[in-house]
């Protein structure tokens, strides 16, 4: 009896036990599941939503870009892309992946080699491949296919960029491109790691890239347990990049652009004197921008880079060269202002002037020179000897400061990447680059515009405006919105810059100037300026003596230039014309200018002139 009580108290015991046991499991599964749904509900329905949602930045449209008067000149047009999502691809179906890839698409071997290399740790910056872009339709419904039997591929419906001018505006608007490496650690913009992204590489494409890319948008799509879409959930909308619009007369730049291809290599810009507003900018040849829409074959970008005539290179900022005689209006300002000459000052020109043993020749030397000139004379008919005379009383530190004041050797500050500095030299320069002393020989080149000197077509075009408006510095700019700022004028005299300014008038309009054979009859339209020639190799005295002075090689030729202003009472724009290898820029440069100029009365409305 004793016994089975117990062992029914045991039995009652465990019983007890394990209904204890059983009842804490319980609660603390209770408790468990009441923990996970209420309190960490939100973690938990996030870690599902991952799974099941997708994000997904959406890229903007990029601005356009309009002329002065509102015609396009860079649009956009759709096109569809195939990308592959490599966060997407579980890892044990990478190989799957890649092989169905290139079984059912012809793909470029860039894209091969990286589907082959597929990175097992995937960041943002690389989690991207963009398979093809501007598919057309039978590749597309390819794609369509291939992204119902494996995940991570997507069907992108993007803007790309459509020059209408793309070689006349080429040095002006430039193109696009695919970041590289350093633009996507440098920009912090997370929507540049996206397939079809796109950056301004050049020009006002990449000068204003910022205001033209806008903002992504971003959107939710569901997608099932194979990663394949299902609904898109919702979206931010992107902001369209803000449009462009430039200062250039579309009429006149084509124009310009046809003028200056009648030559190999050369350069052109027009501008407002007043504000700097850039009319028409050519750099000839120019080259075709929409080949860079896409990915440009290798053969075609090394023949761009190869042609001799350097089509990728805008020569009116980034081309230097000697000036040649148009400098010797800054030499004549430089011994006015000193009083080392006046309007009445005369030298008497043989053809050379003699330096110890060397002479220093004038275009004329031929002929025996100019005979007597004073400053009127010299500019009208270009005369060497006069301001070898000039230099010879100058030191070459004063005609530098006169260069620099009126903005040689420093950037114009266009906005534009690129510009060069040029360079006008002193004595310090000399000795620190060239480790030599400067000569009386160094200051008669300079004098005239040859030697050290180097500018660009651009910062002469802004030396002339500043001569012709009032001493007023400018700074060139192709953005319609650009706000002038009001600086200080020059304090040269008036009466110094007249005597120049009768100069250059008889250059164009004096029987005897050096382009009287370029001068427009219109009264109401006459201009003025200067011509130049910028030699490429020297002409030695052995050369001189077999009577060649001129090349019959075209790369050993000078190269032609002219700056000219209209109208001649009161002057509204500047141009600068650049042939290279053109010859005498009376010859070329000038009847170019002419040409120009005749087109600007055309094509631009009067209320603007």
Known sequence: MSTRRNDKRIFVSRVELFLTIQMILGLVVVVRLAYLQICQSAKYSLLSDRNRIVTQQTLPTRGRIYDAKGNVIATNHCVYSAVLDIHEIPKEKQAETIATLLKHHSLSESVVQKL??????????????????????????????????????????????????????????????????????????????????????????????????????????????????????????????????????????????????QHESASCVVMDVDTGAILAMVSYPGYNTNIFTNKIDGTALKELYDNPYKPMINKVISGLYSPGSVFKMITALAGLTKGVINENTRFNCTGYTEIGNHKFHCWKWKSGGHGSVDLEDALAESCDVYFYNVAKMLSPDEIAAVARDFGLGEPTGIDMPNEKSGLIPTKSWKKAKKKRSWTIGDTFNMAIGQGFVLTTPLQLAKMMAMLVNGQKPITPHLNKSFVTQNVPHLKYDPKHIQLIFDGMNAVVNSWYGTAHKSAITDEDFQFGGKTGSSQVFRITEALRRAGKTVSDDYWKKEHAVFVGYAPIDNPKFVVSVLVEHGGGGSQTAAPIARDILLAFKKYVPKTFR
């Open 116 to 261: 082959r290399n597929l990175p097992r740790i995937v960041t943002n910056s690389n989690r991207y491949i963009l398979l093809q872009e501007d598919l057309n339709w039978t590749e597309l419904s390819k794609y369509y296919i291939t992204s119902s039997r494996i995940p991570g591929i997507v069907i992108e419906k993007n803007q790309v960029r459509k020059y209408i001018y793309p070689s006349e505006f080429s040095h002006i608007v430039g193109y696009t491109g695919s970041p590289t490496a350093y633009d996507l650690t440098n920009s912090g913009n997370s929507a540049l790691s996206l397939p079809m992204a796109k950056i301004g590489k050049t020009c006002v494409e990449k000068q204003y890239n910022d205001e033209l890319f806008g903002k992504a948008g971003i959107k939710h799509i569901e997608v099932n347990a194979r990663r394949q879409f299902v609904r898109d959930i919702d979206s931010i909308a992107e902001i369209p990049g803000r449009d462009l619009n430039l200062t250039i007369n579309l009429e006149l730049q084509l124009e310009v652009y046809k003028i200056l291809s």
